[in-house]
């Protein structure tokens, strides 16, 4: 093998390498200045720029002026952009390679560092800058007007969390949107294509009305969802995923109970685009911009303060006394600082959200000794993936400069499947974690579960408490603690700290002054409209909240004239109704909702928007569709049977019955203020009004 076979163009290569950087630095500058800057002729950069436009590279446009000398404008294209930034690589790891042979010619041993795609995994280099996806100001510039011709896609609110951490370096080494390849590798063996370690697919899935519109090298924009420019995609790849297998393979299980997996079913779009990503800006944040840091800032952060050592500890729930000293004596035990790293991005539905957290731990972080720990938020949209998602972040702390990790008892679990069991074993997720160990580059500090000793006024690991049968052992559960916010009960000092408490209940007030939404579905002519009507008088009466009744067909008249009873259109006005109920329940009013609602999936998506506010009261009005036929008060079941009305749910449209409603309601044999009446009820059992 010849030396031009090994390393093909390896000349010609670097110039290209060396062009693409200055036109990303100085796109505006003159041609002498850019060929003295690479060093070479002007002649040779101008075969250069010939052939690098028409590889795709560089874009030339006229540049208007009176200088004839200057009549062509050069920029890189988003794939210019993304070569650069593959080039970057190769020639650092080259680079290495050389001062590694170096080393070895004038010590007689190599010098023990991995090539560049394997340095950031190592703890001693955890303070040293890693590699973005960000193109110059100026050449982001010049992308963002010349993106204006291409197709957008406009990011989910889950792509925008991806795609931050993907350009700042949060998902080190992926380079973009996974490509098949990769996705296969990661969903079979946790590995990319080329071996290195990634557990959780990275994917950009569109509609498959939008992937019909691109070709495979076409350059796409990622938009925001207020539009704007985010960053560029050369789509290499485009495929029809296997959804089943991703949610067997990925999640452990393909069950809807398991959010990532009804996200991916219900959620997400049918086909997946991958390629190499090239960072314009990143996502807008107007909140607690101050506690927002990139894996390079943070690297940054630790540098200055001379943190060799750092311990991670990810949360996704409020802090109180007993993961205070868990943290503490993490650090302690590896003699490390500490950064509480909690997620901001998309967590756990139901979980409390951000800005109350946030405020929270603002609080707690001031009872940790001084400049022993910090707190930085991550925009990470969380999978809930217990064991594989435990590697994830192991993998995403490790970027962010961090050498160790707490793992708990059942991390990132996503709750009970849908036959009422556990997803995956309490201490999966460490034993995952510990086989892949020297991979992450993070190591992990196992979570002790801590209890507080009532005789000690103290928190000990629960496994190293010897006099168990002699002492009084207490913990509150975080059902426990939500059962006790929700009905205003108090919560000892011992369990939290007095801030964190008052920050929870501002809130979470007791239910009985929250909002809620009531959801009545059933068949057409089943009852709901009248009994909601009821319901509405008697919650009134008792004053206190405003109430709205969103009827099926006052919704149809006001919110929703335009649409049919196609699968569409009906998921269209229900998701319409919960969005409108969600801000009810969030002022704090009484959203009552009766739809027909006929699909399980729907009526899933609405609960978990309205949750996010307050409680989701679903109750299915259990007439019989022959009750509702015989009844056939508006004469539609004798037009549907005669096919006069297409899709009439029940006749000639599924009805999912509802499995775990709040509470169901027969209405044959009763009256209609006994069927408010057993709402009624159900209210008060849930605390959601006085009793
Ligand atoms: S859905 O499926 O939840 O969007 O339906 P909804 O908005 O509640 O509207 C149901 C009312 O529309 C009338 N109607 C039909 N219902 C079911 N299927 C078909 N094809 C249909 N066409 C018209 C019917 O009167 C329903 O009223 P209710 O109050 O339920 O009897």
Redesign the pocket.
């Known amino acids: 093998m010849t030396v031009s076979e090994t390393k093909p163009n390896l000349q010609e290569e670097d110039q290209v390498f060396r062009l693409l950087r200055q036109l990303d630095l100085a796109p505006d500058a003159s041609q002498r200045v850019t060929a003295e800057a690479i060093g070479i002729s002007l002649g040779r950069l101008n075969a250069l720029l010939r052939r690098s436009a028409n590889a795709g590279l560089v874009k030339i446009s006229d540049r208007p002026g009176p200088d004839k000398r200057q009549r062509y404008a050069y920029a890189l294209t988003p794939r210019g952009a993304a070569e650069k930034m593959r080039l970057t690589d190769q020639f650092l790891a080259r680079k290495f390679d050389e001062y590694d042979a170096l080393h070895a010619e004038l010590t007689g041993t190599t010098s023990g560092l991995a090539p560049l795609k394997h340095r950031t995994r190592l703890v001693q280099n955890n303070l040293a800058p890693i590699p973005e996806l960000y193109v110059s100001h100026e050449s982001a510039q010049k992308l963002k007007a010349d993106a204006a011709d291409l197709i957008s896609h406009d990011l989910s609110p889950r792509q925008i969390c991806d795609l931050e951490l993907l350009m700042n370096g949060g998902f080190n080494p992926l380079k973009g949107f996974l490509s098949e390849a990769d996705y296969n590798g990661v969903v079979d063996d946790m590995r990319l294509s080329d071996g290195t370690l990634w557990p959780m697919p990275i994917t950009l899935d569109v509609s498959e009305a939008f992937a019909d519109e691109i070709e495979l090298g076409q350059d796409i924009a990622l938009r925001d969802q207020e539009g704007v420019i985010l960053a560029t995609m050369t789509v290499t790849d485009r495929w029809t995923p296997n959804k089943a297998r991703e949610a067997e393979k990925v999640f452990g299980a393909d069950d809807d109970a398991h959010p990532a997996v009804n996200y991916l079913h219900n959620t997400a779009g049918k086909i997946y685009l991958g390629g190499p990503v090239v960072g314009i800006q990143q996502p807008m944040h107007y909140d607690f911009r101050a506690r927002r840091d990139t894996p390079n800032e943070l690297r940054a952060y630790f540098r200055k303060l001379g943190w060799r050592k750092v311990v991670a500890f990810q949360t996704r729930n409020p802090l109180h006394r007993a993961h205070q000293e868990l943290t503490f004596r993490a650090a302690r035990e590896v003699e490390a600082n500490l950064l509480i790293h909690p997620v901001v991005g998309m967590t756990k539905p139901g979980d409390v959200d951000h800005f109350t957290r946030v405020r929270c731990y603002e609080a707690v972080l001031d009872k940790y000794p001084g400049s022993t720990t910090t707190m930085s938020l991550l925009n990470l949209a969380m999978r809930m993936a217990g064991p594989r998602e435990a590697v994830w972040h192991g993998l995403i702390r490790a970027n962010h400069g961090c050498t160790h990790f707490i793992v708990g008892r059942d991390h990132a679990g996503p709750g009970k499947n849908s036959a009422g069991e556990d997803f995956y074993g309490p201490y999966d997720a460490q034993d995952l974690y510990r086989e892949n160990q020297a991979d992450i580059g993070c190591e992990m500090v196992d979570f002790k579960h801590m209890v507080y000793v009532q005789e000690r006024a103290q928190y000990e690991p629960n496994d190293e408490i010897a006099d168990k049968d002699n002492v009084t052992i207490l913990n509150i559960s975080g059902t426990e603690l939500r059962r006790r916010l929700a009905e205003g009960l108090e919560i000892p000092e011992w369990f939290s700290f007095p801030e964190v408490v008052t920050e929870l209940r501002r809130t979470r007030p007791p239910r009985s002054s929250q909002g809620f939404t009531v959801f009545f579905?059933?068949?057409?002519?089943?009852g709901?409209?009248t009994i909601a009507n009821a319901l509405m008088v008697k919650l009134m009466e008792m004053g206190g909240r405003p109430v709205t009744l969103l009827?099926?067909?006052i919704?149809?008249k006001n919110l929703?004239s335009e649409?049919?009873?196609s699968k569409e259109?009906?998921d269209l006005?229900?998701r319409r109704?919960g969005y409108v109920a969600s801000e009810i329940t969030k002022n704090g009013g009484i959203a009552i909702c009766?739809?027909?609602?006929?699909y399980a999936t729907t009526r899933r998506a609405v609960r978990e928007d309205i949750e996010e506010f307050g409680a989701f009261v679903e109750c299915h009005v259990a007439t019989s569709i022959e009750e509702c036929e015989r009844r056939d008060?508006?004469g539609?079941y004798k037009l549907?049977r005669a096919g006069k009305?297409?899709?009439?749910?029940?006749?000639?449209?599924p009805y999912d019955v509802p499995q775990n409603p709040e509470l169901s309601v027969e209405t044959e044999g009763a009256d209609v203020d006994n069927c408010a009446h057993q709402v009624i009820l159900k209210l008060e059992q849930m605390g959601l009004i006085a009793g």
């Open positions: 579905t059933g068949f057409s002519g089943s709901k409209s009827d099926g067909d919704v149809r929703s649409l049919g009873f259109h009906r006005n229900i109704i009766a739809p027909i609602a006929p008060r508006k539609l549907a009305i297409k899709e009439f749910t029940g006749i000639s449209d």
